[in-house]
């Protein structure tokens, strides 16, 4: 079965600091990924999406993500986070050829302003 | 995403009642899932369905039920609620004519507490 591992589980940043969350999936084969994000008391939205072409890809709000199919990795980035940055993130990988997404655990980021 | 809405939003309920957990979606999508998310555990799958007459297991779908009323309803039933089901539920949507065909589009969630 694929499995998600996201490296931590809580990240403390002040504000302007830059950002980088971790995720590596264990799947070989072809996959499309996500990050989505969850603010407090919200439902999920999609962060940004990679599916093929460049690696490097930007998605809302300043974020982008590198995907290196070497590593099995496709982490989140952002220059300088801000306080409305505090959320819940996931990433998310979906096999190509299967039918559903799977999630890691998520990594809860805190924004101190 | 204000196109995918669950009822209701919060229930508080007790060992071995019936719940039914409900979505519905205006995007015009085929595919449904059902989630629970725990905390440090992320998300996971319940159920999902591809179209009306298709339903299929999840990663946790022990002492679960989902029924598909229509493409564009699809509820989730606690046919005898514990309290290691409390949770916050989603439902998510997606549309296999797009491209990226598994970009999940989710509901405000259902916050379940059982007593």
């Known amino acids: 079965a694929q499995s998600v591992s996201q490296h931590n589980h809580h990240v403390i940043l002040s504000e302007a600091a830059s950002l980088e969350l971790g995720c590596n999936y264990s799947?070989?084969?072809?996959?499309?990924l996500f990050w989505y994000v969850q603010y407090p008391g919200q439902h999920l939205q999609l962060l940004l999406k990679?599916?093929?072409?460049?690696?490097l890809v930007k998605g809302i709000k300043g974020f982008e993500a590198e995907f290196i199919k070497s590593k099995f990795s496709f982490n989140l980035r952002k220059p300088s986070v801000q306080w409305s940055d505090t959320a819940e993130y996931f990433c998310?990988?979906?096999?190509?050829?299967?039918?559903?997404?799977?999630f890691g655990k998520g990594t809860m980021l805190l924004v101190s302003p | 995403d204000a196109d995918v809405t669950q009822t209701p939003r919060n229930r508080i309920t007790k060992t071995g009642k019936r719940i039914m957990l409900e979505c519905s979606q205006t995007?015009?999508?085929?595919?449904m899932y059902w989630y629970r998310q725990d905390p440090g555990l992320g998300l996971r799958l319940i159920y999902y369905?591809?179209?009306?007459?298709?339903?299929n297991k999840g990663e946790i779908s022990d002492g679960y039920s989902v029924s598909r009323q229509a493409q564009a309803k699809f509820s989730l039933s606690l046919e005898s609620a514990i309290p290691n089901q409390t949770a916050l539920y989603f439902c998510?949507?997606?549309?296999?004519?797009?491209?990226?065909?598994?970009?999940?589009?989710f509901g405000p969630g259902t916050r379940l507490t059982v007593l």
């Open positions: 998510a949507t997606s549309d296999s004519r797009l491209a990226g065909v598994n970009e999940q589009f």
């Open positions: 799947y070989g084969g072809t996959v499309n």
């Open positions: 990679y599916f093929s072409g460049d690696p």
């Open positions: 998310a990988v979906n096999p190509s050829g299967y039918s559903t997404l799977t």
């Open positions: 995007k015009g999508h085929d595919r």
């Open positions: 369905s591809f179209d009306v007459k298709d339903i």
